[in-house]
């Protein structure tokens, strides 16, 4: 974002398109505890908190393409429904059907408790469902919105030929 504004002026606008573990603020997470910072944490800081607008994405079960962990292959995997009192499972809950959370002064309150939100990234592993893959977050915090697919299907990723010159 600062090259951005470094080039074409601090009035200029960008999107930054990220897992939500890199742009939802960090310390609306257990990360804080830990030290550590993200993207969505440096930017409100740097450009403050009303000029940054952070949605972050979830959904309660489908197909994901991801690899078990890094540096290997791909694959399309089964995301299995959310656990039990999670983000996704309270989302799933209130009706199952996909939603659009604005979170403002109005309502920000009501999303205030800290509980898991599943992460999925590049790497995902299925068998870490019930221990390892949920971040503890306040999400009227970590996000400014929410999109919430009840039911994700993984996109067939594109043949890349390499080009040699």
Do not use: C
């Not at 994405?57 to 991801?66: L, Q």
């Not at 971040?135 to 996000?143: I, L």
């Amino acid at each position: 974002m600062n090259k951005i504004s470094d080039y074409y002026g601090a009035a200029d606008k960008g999107i930054i398109w990220e897992h939500n573990t890199h742009v939802g603020d960090a310390r609306a997470t257990d990360m804080a505890a830990e030290g550590l910072v993200n993207v969505g944490q440096l930017l409100r800081e740097q450009q403050g908190e009303e000029r940054v607008f952070i949605v972050g994405f979830g959904t309660h079960r489908g197909t994901v393409i991801a690899a078990d962990e890094w540096g290997v292959n791909f694959e399309r995997m089964v995301v299995p429904p959310a656990v039990e009192g999670s983000w996704e499972d309270v989302m799933h809950k209130a009706g199952p059907h996909d939603k659009l959370l604005i979170f403002n002064d109005d309502n920000r309150k009501h999303f205030g408790r800290r509980i898991g939100h599943r992460a999925i990234g590049v790497v995902y592993n299925p068998q870490y469902e019930h221990y390892g893959n949920y971040v503890p977050s306040v999400m009227s915090e970590r996000y400014d919105a929410f999109i919430f697919v009840s039911s994700t299907n993984a996109l067939q990723p594109l043949e890349v030929e390499r080009v040699f010159v």
